[in-house]
């Protein structure tokens, strides 16, 4: 099983639209969790943590079960400017390794 | 507000060649990794570095790979004999103690011909 696993997508979505991205880790003793971006031959960048309690960032909600091992990522009122490929990060406490999935590539139609 | 920065942001170099890759940290972090992302494909785990040692390296990252931090600012990676299966973007990011995020480097485009 891969450590990582999300939908590669892509996920075709129109402008306004809400989207939500599902992501697996394998490993229980993933300790950090994020969901970064990145777009086209740039650097990943951070979207943002995500917290057992949940967390939202204005249109972007982000959810761990740690039962389950998955991690979720919600947009709501998808904007052009959302198309992106979205990471889900699983990380081990001890900071050693961190693991990324092979991404979700979202394109947000006008 | 702090980067990770990475040189050459291009490098084109002849199969066999040795290449150095080159970056500065954010000056407070204390754990650094190097990735690479092949065209189209996904971000991959080479290396993490922790006080002044590799703590954990994947099977991609083989003798040809090493790592250095030799003045405490500069983070290098550097590649051996260059094959073109090198060919990626490589990735440099570093974080601070716990489990807080990590920064990327801008990124060098290595082009092995």
């Known amino acids: 099983r891969k450590e990582v696993e999300q939908d590669p997508g892509p996920f075709n979505v129109p402008e306004g639209a809400t989207v939500a991205f599902n992501c697996t880790y394998s490993n229980s003793a993933s300790q950090s969790f994020f969901w970064y971006r990145q777009d086209c031959r740039k650097e990943p960048k951070l979207l943002m943590s995500v917290y057992s309690s949940g967390n939202e960032d204005g249109r972007f909600t982000a959810q761990l079960n740690r039962a389950s091992q998955y991690i979720s990522l919600l947009i709501r009122d998808s904007k052009l400017s959302d198309s992106a490929t979205y990471l889900c990060v699983a990380g081990m406490n001890r900071d050693d390794k961190i693991i990324f999935g092979k991404g979700t590539r979202l394109h947000i139609l006008p | 507000e702090p980067e990770v920065t990475q040189t050459p942001s291009h490098q084109v170099t002849q199969m066999g060649q040795e290449v150095i890759l080159r970056c500065v940290p954010i000056s407070n972090h204390l754990y650094f990794y190097w990735y690479r992302q092949i065209l189209g494909q996904k971000v991959e785990f080479l290396v993490s570095f922790y006080n002044n040692e590799i703590s954990e390296k994947s099977e991609i990252f083989d003798d040809q790979f090493s790592v250095e931090r030799p003045d405490g600012s500069n983070f290098t990676l550097k590649i051996r004999s260059t094959k073109l299966e090198d060919s990626a973007m490589y990735f440099c990011?570093?974080?601070?103690?716990?489990?807080?995020?990590?920064?990327f480097g801008q990124g060098t485009r290595l082009t092995v011909v």
């Open positions: 990011a570093s974080r601070l103690q716990g489990p807080t995020e990590a920064f």
